[in-house]
């Protein structure tokens, strides 16, 4: 099976052209380092052509008020150019609980990559995440100082990437779903928690400070960011900080 993996380079791009090859498919990995840009549309065509399946893990290099424009402009021409190349089915990663957090810029720009792929015309399957346990360094600094970190109580599944390079590539050679296949970590944690935990393990000896207002992760209400009901991954945090 040949597999377009639009934004091949990336975190979890990368993984899955390497999973997909692995196991005898041809997944050719494309990305603006390779010449695809996926908001202007040059490379695009090219890109799918001949594919069987596209799997788009581009992102919007902001998570503010312009995220929603490169998802509009990136799915219409990733789209455009799969209907032409005859493309059977159409694979995007999103987020669980995305269509819960309004509050969230990027979180609704990604409710809006969901709905034109279901508004589009090539078969299709979104696979949903829960948070990536790599992304914890950067949630870390975002409220920061030499002493304190600021954290809300806000539940959290950490998510290994490999175990969603997995999920995506498995759902890729799969039937399109036309539906949605969640996945996410085997444990939830309070994210204060979480911090607490990952700056023990690696020897930092800020304090943790719980803080409802801090942070992107403020804007969530409850727990719509987990889903035990999800296929769970192996992955234990621990075992991944170790």
């Given at each position: 099976m040949r597999i377009a993996v639009i934004g091949g380079t990336g975190l979890i791009g990368s993984q899955v052209v390497e999973k997909l090859n692995a196991a005898g498919h041809e997944a050719v990995p494309h990305s603006l380092s390779t010449g695809v840009d996926v908001v202007g549309g040059q490379g695009v065509d090219g890109a799918v052509q001949g594919a069987d399946v596209v799997v788009n893990l581009t992102n919007s290099p902001t998570?503010?008020?312009a995220s929603p424009a490169f998802f509009q402009a990136s799915m219409?021409?990733?789209?455009a150019a799969a209907r032409k190349s005859g493309v059977g089915h159409f694979v995007i990663l999103s987020i669980v609980g995305v269509d819960k957090v309004?509050?969230?810029d990027y979180y609704r720009a990604k409710v809006l990559q969901e709905e034109l792929l279901r508004g589009g015309p090539v078969p299709y399957s979104i696979v949903?995440?829960?948070?990536?346990?790599?992304?914890?360094?950067?949630?870390l600094t975002w409220t920061a100082d030499e002493e304190n970190v600021r954290l809300p109580a806000t539940p959290i599944q950490p998510i290994a990437s490999k175990d969603v390079a997995a999920a995506v590539a498995e759902v890729a050679v799969g039937a399109p779903l036309n539906g949605i296949h969640s996945i996410g970590g085997p444990e939830?944690?309070?994210?204060?928690?979480?911090?607490?935990?990952?700056?023990?393990?690696?020897?930092?000896?800020?304090?943790?400070?719980?803080?409802?207002?801090?942070?992107?992760?403020?804007a969530v209400q409850g727990d719509v960011l987990t889903d035990m009901d999800a296929h769970l991954a192996p992955t234990r945090?621990?075992?991944?900080?170790?």
């Open positions: 998570f503010d008020d219409n021409n990733l789209l309004p509050e969230l949903r995440a829960t948070q990536f346990m790599e992304f914890m360094g950067a949630v939830v944690f309070a994210l204060d928690e979480l911090g607490r935990l990952t700056l023990s393990r690696k020897g930092d000896t800020r304090s943790v400070v719980t803080d409802p207002t801090a942070g992107m992760f403020a945090y621990t075992d991944w900080l170790s």
